[in-house]
């Protein structure tokens, strides 16, 4: 499977490792990324906050670039980038005007004629068909993950089809099942870790935090799994902080749903950047002798 | 604290109808179930303002209560509100509109570092087309301090600098930071596309969100 591909910026910065892992996992399970050319910031929560009109026409430029390339869907592994693209391209689909006005200042007009993906939509035809189970080598017994959505995969501001439960979404247990996995339920998957507050109120994020990992440990869960950059690196760079000041004694790796295919289908986890986590995400791989 | 608010037609009006259109809500629908407080993530921190007294204080035109209250600033758009919602109101894009009005009105921001962050990562993103986490944390950590230092709050500027570069450290060990730029090879494209922008908001054009 062909699929174009937008990175976005953390994936080329602090979340390097999931591009990584994206390229090389996915082309491992057959499935072929192709980065668009010249993509812009897609203005993530931050433009929408400051105005109305730049949070439309940033993501707008790439969605243009999307529909000149050959590949008629697009997987966008980042949460927020997602969520915009697949909200703007809506709002365009409904407003001609609008479209016309922005479409005058772009060299690869908007069709809207692209599909887009979250990394768990570009997966699941993989599952259904049967070929992840049979590329998998490792299974992944005795990991029993609390799989985090956060917000951005389900919830949007805007009317859009949404491709899983809103409040109960299955996509990354039915990979982990998958893989041999045992996935919890849960009552946090699809709450919010506080995404920018971590940075700008940081006593409100790890008061949210602090409620999904309590919630994930009572559970017996031994690692959380995201397919967000912002909820992966919140959960893993404060979870020091959040165990600090709310007096939790366990610590829990938070993986990317893309290297635990990884590490299923038999690539090394170095090689995926498990070793570059905040806190050691090789331990647990390596007690399940996933890993030696 | 018990809060009462007076309903004056010609307050309530304007404010309601400036909120509708930006927001693109219907905050007429609103019938009160408070299902959205019930889900709201940051309800603990916001005092009495759930996301439908916010509604109520605009509908009933309370302009200065609906710009300067704690939600407008806690609310991490999570988006749990408007999902939730029987009627299909999204509070989250409310809470944004009103920044941006808050912004256009000088009001104080209540949170100064969650105004300073999206502002710099949109000048940062507006830049160079992509958003470089040094740039933009940069710009961030600039304008704390330099409100910090104005407000003479020297040992939070202190602390904030300290736990910054804890955290930068153990990203610079993980390998987790980036020095290499990224930004966009279209420039002029961009370029025009933001003076677009710019155009806008100085109301050369019309409002996107009132078409939505």
Redesign the interface.
């Known amino acids: 499977m062909e699929l174009a591909y937008y990175p976005g ?1 953390s994936l ?6 999931y591009d990584v892992q994206c390229q090389r996992v996915l082309s491992a399970i057959g499935i072929n990324l192709h980065e668009l050319e ?4 897609c ?12 949070a ?3 993501p707008a ?1 790439n969605l243009g670039i999307a529909d000149a390339s050959e590949y008629p869907e697009l997987v966008i592994p980042c949460s927020a980038c997602y969520s915009r693209m697949l909200v703007v391209q809506k ?1 365009l689909e ?2 001609r ?2 479209l016309d ?2 479409n005058g ?3 690869s007009k908007v069709i809207g004629k692209t599909k887009i993906l979250s990394i768990l939509e570009a997966i699941q035809p993989v599952v259904k068909s049967g070929d992840l189970a049979g590329r998998v080598t490792r299974k992944l017994e005795g990991l029993k993950p609390a799989c985090y959505y956060g ?2 995969q ?6 859009v089809p949404v491709p899983d439960d ?1 409040e109960n979404p299955q996509g990354m247990e039915t990979i982990l099942e998958t893989l041999g996995a045992a996935p919890l339920d849960w009552s946090y998957k699809t ?2 870790c ?4 971590a ?4 006593d ?2 790890l ?2 935090m602090s409620k999904i990992m309590k919630d994930a440990l009572a559970r017996q869960a031994n690692c959380f799994v995201t397919t967000c950059p912002m909820c992966q690196l919140n959960m893993d ?1 404060y979870q020091e902080k959040v165990r600090a000041t709310y007096g939790i004694a366990q610590s829990m790796p938070v993986y990317f749903i893309t290297e635990l295919i990884g590490v299923a289908v038999g690539l090394p986890p170095k090689d995926l ?1 498990v070793d ?3 806190v050691d995400a090789m331990e647990l791989l390596r007690e399940l002798n996933l890993y030696e | 604290m018990t809060t009462v608010l007076e309903f004056i037609p010609d307050q309530a009006c304007s404010l309601a109808g400036e909120v509708m259109a ?1 927001s693109g809500q219907n905050l007429n629908a609103c019938y009160q179930c408070r299902r959205c407080a019930s889900g709201c ?2 309800g ?2 916001t005092g009495y303002v759930t996301p439908d007294r916010l509604i109520r204080m605009i509908v009933l035109g309370k302009r200065e209560a609906a710009l300067d209250n704690p939600l407008v ?2 609310c ?5 509100c ?2 939730r919602c029987p009627n ?1 109101i ?1 509070t ?2 409310i809470v ?1 509109t009103l ?2 009005m808050a912004k256009e009105a000088h009001v104080p921001p209540l ?1 100064p ?2 105004a ?4 710099s ?2 000048a940062a ?2 830049r160079l ?5 040094l740039e933009f944390m940069g710009r ?1 950590e600039l304008k704390n301090t330099l409100a910090g230092l104005a407000k003479l709050k020297f040992s939070e500027v202190i602390e904030e600098h300290k ?1 910054q570069a804890g ?1 930068g450290l ?2 610079l060990r ?5 020095f290499r730029i ?1 930004k ?3 420039r002029k ?2 370029k ?3 003076k ?2 710019g155009e ?2 100085r109301g050369l ?1 019309r ?3 009132s ?2």
Not at chain 1, 38 to 41: A, E, H, L, S, V
Not at chain 1, 45 to 50: E, G, L, N, Y
Not at chain 1, 199 to 202: C, G, H, M, P
Not at chain 2, 174 to 178: I, N
């Open positions: 910026c080329k910065a602090s979340s390097e490792i010249d993509w812009n910031c203005g993530a929560t931050s433009a929408s906050k400051t105005d109305d009109f730049l439309i026409a940033m430029r709002m409904s407003d005007g609008l006005e922005i200042e772009l060299s917000c951005m389900t919830r949007f501001p805007y009317g809103v709450d919010c506080g995404a920018s507050a940075v700008n109120e940081n409100l994020s008061m949210l760079a950047g570059r986590h905040f | 930006r993530p940051v603990e921190e600033w806690k991490v758009s999570c988006f749990t408007g999902t299909d999204m989250a894009r944004d920044k941006k949170s570092k969650v300073a962050f999206h502002d990562f949109v993103a507006k087309g992509r958003l470089n986490e961030y736990s955290l153990t990203m993980k390998g987790r930071m980036h990224q966009v090879k279209g494209e961009f025009r596309l933001i677009r922008v806008r908001a054009s409002s996107p969100a078409q939505e």
